[in-house]
């Protein structure tokens, strides 16, 4: 498969920006998926609607995480900023990519105090402060 004149001239415009190879690829990849998703339409005959139903469907329908969402989106700004010299209006009312809630990873005093009292050997002395007179872990 031949490489799209298109993404040869977006290749080109990152390495003279001095992007990293890593964002250049996935820039690439990102702008191609866009292109082939609208039916191989080339970008400059779309704009804002198509960027906005594209980084919905990539929430919506393939459940991507956010920060693969931000890179299309970014990918998507760079092209037509950079590579077609288009001034795109601000995007609204995009579905964004839900981000994962971190919860925490927290003992309770009582699993810390079961997880020590099952300590024995050596790993009982990496506990113990280096030997500073500490007698069990459960006095730390």
């Not at 996935?26 to 191609?32: K, T």
């Not at 609208?38 to 609607?49: A, I, N």
């Not at 995009?94 to 024995?120: C, D, G, M, Q, Y």
Request: net charge positive; glycine share 4%.
């Amino acid at each position: 498969m031949p490489k799209s004149l298109l993404l040869d001239q977006v290749r080109e415009v990152l390495r003279l920006r001095h992007y990293s190879i890593r964002t250049e690829e996935a820039y690439v990849q990102a702008i191609r998926r866009f292109i082939l998703f609208h039916r191989k339409r080339h970008p400059r005959e779309m704009g804002v609607d198509e960027i906005r139903q594209y980084l919905t469907y990539l929430a919506i329908d393939l459940n991507v995480t956010a920060s693969t969402q931000n890179v299309a989106l970014c990918a998507l700004l760079f092209l037509y900023r950079q590579v077609l010299a288009i001034d795109l209006p601000f995007i609204e009312n995009i579905e964004r990519a839900k981000r994962p809630k971190r919860v925490p990873v927290v003992f309770t005093r009582e699993e810390v105090r079961r997880v020590l009292e099952n300590i024995h050997g050596e790993h009982l002395l990496m506990l113990n402060k280096g030997g500073k007179g500490v007698k069990s872990p459960l006095e730390l």
